[in-house]
């Protein structure tokens, strides 16, 4: 019989450091949005002189003890991830700390128990971790205006079949202000706690780039319309490419859809889903939308349910009428 385990990876990147300290009631003073500092609190810890000896990397996830006494009791290891911090605290072993690390939050999203040979066979066929130029771990700051000025009712957006109701609930519209948006559709893009950080302005004259994103904006930390599809409290999602295929998606009767603003899926928006239970991928039927729909659904089989919709000869949902999204659709949600 293989002998089966547990994916660390798939633990280490789901649970963060942050969780494991609000489940043992610890509170760190925060040093900047990534860093935290406090008394340690490993059991390892017998030093009374150093108050502020571990520190915490929340984008990283990792932990640290600069006490010397405290990591010569650890063998010399200074810091590590959280399935060593648990162990630390648990006295027991790596495994068993993923164990109990997989009872304490995966609240209905199963981490992956696969065979050495499961194992091996997927990371020789690229299932491992995707990396993304973007996805450093940045965080978007709320915007402190608003564009005003902008017409939902444009002639631009009735060609890509959104209906102005729809315009409007999006904030869509073409921008007659100035500066870098004049004369571009604009579509805000707004963080999970609906706190609006960026504009992307859509070019409706053949100019480029095709789409202007701010300086700065950090697109792999978000999904698109997350706040207004987690409002609805169902417990699937759909999960699309584009900013019009959300649009036609939610138009058709479907609201509880996102858009990775792109074909892959970074590590923040990976965690951003773990509200839901069930993924829908409904990516592009071209090559590289089938080889994303591969990759995503390789990441996300880690925790959740996964489900895709195949569409061939390059089909794209943004193309599609409501009543074939709908023919596409209804029998899986």
Avoid at 92 to 98: E, L, M, Q, R, T
Avoid at 133 to 141: A, E, F, L, P, R
Avoid at 178 to 200: Q, T
């Amino acid at each position: 019989m293989k002998e089966n385990f547990i994916d660390f990876r798939a633990i280490k990147q789901l649970v963060s450091m942050q969780l494991v300290l609000d489940r043992y009631n610890i509170q760190f003073r925060k040093v900047n949005q990534h860093s935290l500092r406090g008394k340690c609190p490993l059991p390892t810890h017998t030093s009374d002189k150093s108050s502020e000896s571990f520190g915490v990397h929340l984008g990283k996830n990792i932990w640290a003890c600069q006490s010397s006494s405290c990591s010569a009791a650890r063998q010399g290891k200074k810091g590590g991830n959280v399935l060593d911090f648990v162990a630390f605290m648990e006295h027991c072993s790596v495994h068993d700390a993923a164990k109990k690390l997989q009872d304490w939050f995966a609240s209905g999203h199963v981490f992956p128990i696969q065979t050495k040979d499961q194992a091996t066979r997927e990371e020789k066929h690229g299932v491992a971790e995707e990396k993304q130029g973007s996805d450093d771990g940045g965080i978007n700051k709320p915007l402190t205006f608003s564009l005003k000025g902008v017409d939902p009712s444009h002639g631009y957006i009735q060609q890509r079949g959104i209906k102005e109701d729809t315009a409007r609930h999006f904030g869509i519209g073409c921008f007659s202000g100035r500066g870098s948006m004049s004369g571009r559709l604009v579509i805000p893009i707004h963080d999970d706690r609906g706190e609006l950080v960026a504009y992307a302005g859509r070019s409706i004259d053949g100019t480029e780039p095709k789409y202007n994103l701010p300086a700065g904006f950090h697109k792999s930390a978000e999904l698109f319309n997350l706040h207004r599809a987690r409002a609805i409290e169902n417990q699937q999602v759909i999960l699309v490419e584009g900013f019009f295929d959300c649009m036609k998606v939610h138009q058709a009767g479907f609201p509880f859809v996102v858009a990775l603003m792109g074909s892959s899926l970074s590590q923040a928006q990976h965690q951003r889903l773990l509200t839901f239970k069930e993924v829908i991928l409904f990516l592009d039927g071209d090559e590289a939308g089938r080889e994303a729909t591969k990759a995503v659904a390789n990441r996300l089989i880690y925790s959740h349910k996964v489900r895709a919709i195949s569409l061939v000869n390059g089909g794209q949902p943004d193309q599609m009428s409501s009543e074939k999204l709908r023919r596409l659709l209804e029998p899986i949600v």
